[in-house]
């Protein structure tokens, strides 16, 4: 079972713009960990720092005690972690069925096989094979966004805002998504605009504010934690 650790991470999108100031992280085997707090905190660029979209300055990235600190994003992927941007996620153009073959890039000879497992995984986007991408739901959209990154069999996932823009019954749907692919042993960090939502579905959970961690805990503490209710779940908290 496959774990990361970033430890005291620094750095954004150049050398001079330092939006991570020594932010740590753990993501674990089959365990969800949320990543909540204020605009601005630096939540999506940790999530980009991981999957090697960003320049890191100092600190480190460890997979399963291996330095990969500044690895490409392919390298990244080829490890075995998945990355879900919040937008340009899909192939618009494309139909649901070539979305999938694009995500199995990395071991073309097993796609056929993956896509027919994805398929009976999530039965909506079966229902949806021939239909362009741009013609689905946003929550299918969202589902599919991670279909594609489970087409390499990751075994670590990172989503950013899964639920954005989407109805509450379509979050509900997403989120109890989420909640299936950590059954079956795949860590994940999430990036949550709802974090109530996200809290109540996770293990663990980080609170960011202005690239630090403020608050690191189980999902549970952060619930009943009155004055952090009071600060930041009293409402949707913004990305």
């Known amino acids: 079972m496959t774990s990361l650790h970033v430890t005291g991470l620094e750095g954004g999108y150049t050398q001079a713009d330092s939006i991570l100031k020594g932010v740590d992280l753990a993501i674990e085997p089959g365990r969800i960990i949320a990543i909540i707090g204020p605009n601005g905190a630096g939540k999506s660029t940790l999530l980009k720092a991981v999957a090697g979209l960003i320049v890191i300055t100092a600190g480190r990235i460890t997979l399963d005690d291996v ?3 500044g690895a490409s994003p392919g390298r990244v992927a080829n490890l075995g972690i998945g990355f879900v941007p919040q937008e340009a996620n899909i192939f618009g153009n494309l ?3 070539e979305n999938l073959d694009m995500g199995g890039w990395t071991a073309p000879e097993n796609t056929r096989a993956r896509i027919a497992e994805t398929f009976e995984r999530f039965p909506v986007l079966a229902e949806k094979r021939q239909q362009q991408a741009r ?7 969202q589902i599919l966004a ?3 990154a489970l087409m390499t069999e990751p075994k670590l996932l990172l989503l950013d805002e899964p ?9 509900a749907e997403l989120f109890d998504t989420v909640a299936a692919i950590r059954a079956n ?3 994940i960090a999430m990036v949550e605009q709802n974090a109530v939502a996200a809290l109540e579905r996770a293990d663990d959970a980080s609170l960011l504010v202005d690239g630090r961690n403020a608050k690191t805990g189980s999902a549970r503490s952060f619930l009943d934690d ?6 930041f779940l009293g409402a949707a908290v913004p990305a």
Do not use: F, N
Not at 135 to 141: A, D, N
Not at 163 to 171: E, F, R, T, V, W
């Open 226 to 231: 009155p004055e952090l209710r009071h600060l």
């Open 95 to 97: 139909t649901v069925t």
């Open 135 to 141: 013609t689905l739901s946003g929550g299918q959209r």
């Open 163 to 171: 639920s954005a823009g989407l109805s509450p019954k379509a979050a």
């Open 185 to 187: 042993g795949v860590g």
């Open 67 to 69: 330095d990969i600190t």
């Open 146 to 148: 991670m279909a594609i």
